[in-house]
T-cell receptor
Framework: QQQVKQSPQSLIVQKGGISIINCAYENTAFDYFPWYQQFPGKGPALLIAIRPDVSEKKEGRFTISFNKSAKQFSLHIMDSQPGDSATYFCAASISGQNFVFGPGTRLSVLP | SQTIHQWPATLVQPVGSPLSLECTVEGTSNPNLYWYRQAAGRGLQLLFYSVGIGQISSEVPQNLSASRPQDRQFILSSKKLLLSDSGFYLC?????????????FGPGTRLLVL
């Protein structure tokens, strides 16, 4: 019940395309859902986060869509750029505790 | 603003040698602190977390240990390294409470055990 599932494991997108990464959870007590971006050799960095009281949050080219009834949330990267090539992790927590991370998605954006 | 430091950045150690990795956080008080390990191309494996000085919870049984001698200092140790201890070690911090839930990661330490 503490697990967060993430798909796909890897994703290849052409420059300018839309990248979509999906996550699903079981524990309805989760109340905070961040996405992290990690470049090789670096620590993960917070990209964007959402709470379950909203269905969508947008920051620049990055959008989180949240479906509370389905217990799913997804990251959309619009106009994907080669600089977006990285590993993306979704996560869920209960008020900043009990963080659970997805296994990660390796995104490659082709020029 | 808050910052998190880890050192060393890279470490090459022989099998059987001891290990000490240090993590310090600046700009916040009484943070929750975490140690993760990440194998090449893999996800994040939580090793230890701490909610206060001297309070350590272990998530995975192994030959590693953690200590928190000060509020903003977290140390990962081993008495004898194994080949399987190689990986990328990440320290992270968070605080409890609505509006402050984010977990922030340090730059990591790459450990190679030969």
């Amino acid at each position: 019940q503490q697990q967060v599932k993430q798909s796909p494991q890897s994703l290849i997108v052409q420059k300018g395309g839309i990248s979509i990464i999906n996550c699903a959870y079981e524990n309805t007590a989760f109340d905070y859902f961040p996405w992290y971006q990690q470049f090789p050799g670096k620590g993960p960095a917070l990209l964007i986060a959402i709470r379950p009281d909203v269905s969508e949050k947008k920051e620049g080219r990055f959008t989180i869509s949240f479906n509370k009834s389905a217990k799913q949330f997804s990251l959309h990267i619009m106009d994907s750029q080669p600089g977006d090539s990285a590993t993306y992790f979704c996560a869920a927590s209960i008020s900043g505790q009990n963080f659970v991370f997805g296994p990660g998605t390796r995104l490659s954006v082709l020029p | 603003s808050q910052t998190i430091h880890q050192w060393p950045a890279t470490l090459v150690q022989p099998v059987g040698s001891p290990l000490s990795l240090e993590c310090t956080v600046e700009g916040t008080s009484n943070p929750n602190l975490y140690w993760y390990r990440q194998a090449a191309g893999r996800g994040l494996q939580l090793l230890f977390y701490s909610v206060g000085i001297g309070q350590i919870s272990s998530e995975v049984p192994q030959n590693l240990s953690a200590s928190r001698p000060q509020d903003r200092q977290f140390i990962l140790s081993s008495k004898k390294l194994l080949l399987s201890d190689s990986g990328f070690y990440l320290c992270a911090w968070s605080v409890i409470g609505k509006g402050q839930e984010t977990q922030y990661f340090g730059p990591g330490t790459r450990l190679l055990v030969l």
